[in-house]
């Protein structure tokens, strides 16, 4: 079997890319889930608290 120069070189980035230990150089296609929205409840901690300290504030210097 013949190898052709692109393969040969893609042959090449691969094993050195397992041998520096770097996944990027792999043609594996990404298995990282995708964003989700985040939920309600930690957006409305945030702006109880927000709000706590623009009461706080308020009453700090009235």
């Known amino acids: 079997m013949r190898t ?3 393969s ?3 042959l ?3 094993r ?3 041998t520096a230990g770097e996944a990027f150089a ?3 296609p990404d298995t990282t889930p995708a964003a989700k929205s985040g939920s309600l409840g ?3 901690l ?3 608290i927000a709000a ?3 009461l706080g504030l308020g009453y700090a210097f009235n």
């Open 16 to 18: 050195a890319a397992r």
């Open 4 to 6: 052709t120069i692109g």
């Open 46 to 48: 945030w702006l109880s």
């Open 8 to 10: 040969a070189r893609q």
């Open 42 to 44: 930690p957006s409305l």
């Open 52 to 54: 706590f300290a623009v």
């Open 26 to 28: 792999f043609d594996e």
């Open 12 to 14: 090449h980035l691969d």
